[in-house]
Nanobody, 123 residues
Framework: QVQLVESGGGLVQAGGSLRLSCTADRSTFLNALMGWFRQTPGKEREFVAAISRYDSPTHYADSVKGRFTISRDYAKNTVYLQMNSLKPEDTAVYYC????????????????WGQGTQVTVSS
């Protein structure tokens, strides 16, 4: 059983910061491409960021490039998404996901998903 557990969501004012965490089982963490996606009610889930095995390459959606940073902590089997300069349009449920692909930003490439964590950015 593959478990991905997200945490770190919450309410923040525009311009503020949050750091999301995703803890995976060690095998998944060491061997998988890890990604973050987000979704609002009635809309399609969209790609946010991804980090490959061995920490390269990384990928970011144009909408978050320069504001968000994805990273790994090997000691904690954890992937982080540091979110700075948050905007109201960043409000969504954020999902951690794992893929067997070496690199990718397509939703269909990701097989394992967490339950999501809510991020709300107020104006």
């Amino acid at each position: 059983q593959v478990q991905l557990v997200e945490s770190g969501g919450g309410l923040v004012q525009a311009g503020g910061s949050l750091r999301l965490s995703c803890t995976a089982d060690r095998s998944t963490f060491l061997n998988a491409l890890m990604g973050w996606f987000r979704q609002t009610p009635g809309k399609e889930r969209e790609f946010v960021a991804a980090i490959s095995r061995y920490d390269s390459p990384t990928h970011y959606a144009d909408s978050v490039k320069g504001r968000f940073t994805i990273s790994r902590d090997y000691a904690k089997n954890t992937v982080y998404l540091q979110m700075n300069s948050l905007k109201p349009e960043d409000t969504a449920v954020y999902y951690c996901a794992a893929s067997t692909s070496a690199s990718g930003i397509r939703l269909e490439q990701y097989k394992y998903w967490g339950q999501g964590t809510q991020v709300t950015v107020s104006s």
